[in-house]
């Protein structure tokens, strides 16, 4: 059985750091991790799908080891920072900033496969809602504005010589 989150320490003093690289970069996660504990909707949503991680047919019967909170956090900080499976494992792992944000302090490093699996069972659904969410959230905040919106174009073929950039 997966458990849904746990306490864990908090962000180190970020004006510890004399480096302003860093300090934005812990502000980052900080604020990101704000935002995910305004919302306990979106752990809910995620639990129920990594709940299906739980579902084995070992005849162990293991217990799991991380919450269903730092296997999400650990998928927003592969897709923040753009990296695979096996680079996402070893950087949560290097950094401390990155265990705190996935609440991961004295606990081991999530293996790359675990990772995978736990990224492939959460449903287009729910990523959908997390979107929904999130954005009604900045709505109601004022973070974002419906006065400029966004779209995307469809591209057309024209009648272009080359080089294509110009």
Partial sequence: MRIRAETILEFGAADEEPNGIVREYREEYKSLSEILDKQPKILELVHRDLQQLSNSTSPRGRKAIFTSENLFRAILVMQREGLDYREASIRIAESETLQCFCRLLKKPTIDFTLLNKAFGVLQPET????????????????????????????????????????
């Avoid at 954005?135 to 080359?162: F, P």
């Fill in 127 to 166: 990523w959908e809602t997390i979107n929904h969410l999130l954005a009604l959230d900045a709505l109601s905040e004022e973070m974002v504005s419906v006065d400029h919106v966004r779209t995307d174009t469809t591209v057309t073929e024209c009648n272009i010589h080359w080089p294509p950039d110009a």
